[in-house]
């Protein structure tokens, strides 16, 4: 398993961007695939976004396609979530996992994923 720690959450208004990123530990990076979760209060943990350990494959939620994206960058053992055009409707604690996946393959299950951050806050004011 890899250990994983979030960065770059924070307050933004409406309409504003935050980047954020997910460290990894572990030589084996490169061969997990990452995904972006997201729990608000009150509501259920929900998928965010997906990418595969070669990077050639996304998948994204509905409510979020067109205004973030996934990226990773295995030199540096971290994947990034670009978040532009934020809502309100976007605040959340944003967590990030990791889970063993062949090459081309994107998880999007919770259970797939074996190593979780704890998670970083995003809140979005109207």
């Known amino acids: 398993q890899v250990q994983l720690v979030e960065s770059g959450g924070g307050l933004v208004q409406a309409g504003g961007s935050l980047r954020l990123s997910c460290a990894a530990s572990?030589?084996?990076?490169?061969?997990?695939?990452m995904g972006w979760f997201r729990q608000a209060p009150g509501k259920e943990r929900e998928f965010v976004a997906a990418?595969?350990?070669?990077?050639?494959?996304?998948y994204y939620a509905d409510f979020v396609k067109g205004r973030f994206t996934i990226s990773r960058d295995n030199a540096k053992n971290t994947v990034y979530l670009q978040m532009n055009s934020l809502k309100p409707e976007d605040t959340a604690v944003y967590l990030c996992?990791?889970?063993?996946?062949?090459?081309?393959?994107?998880?999007?299950?919770?259970?797939?994923?074996?190593?979780w951050g704890q998670g970083t806050q995003v809140t979005v004011s109207s």
């Open positions: 990418i595969s350990w070669s990077a050639d494959f996304t």
């Open positions: 996992a990791a889970g063993w996946a062949p090459p081309y393959t994107v998880l999007r299950k919770e259970s797939d994923f074996g190593s």
């Open positions: 572990g030589r084996t990076f490169s061969s997990y695939a």
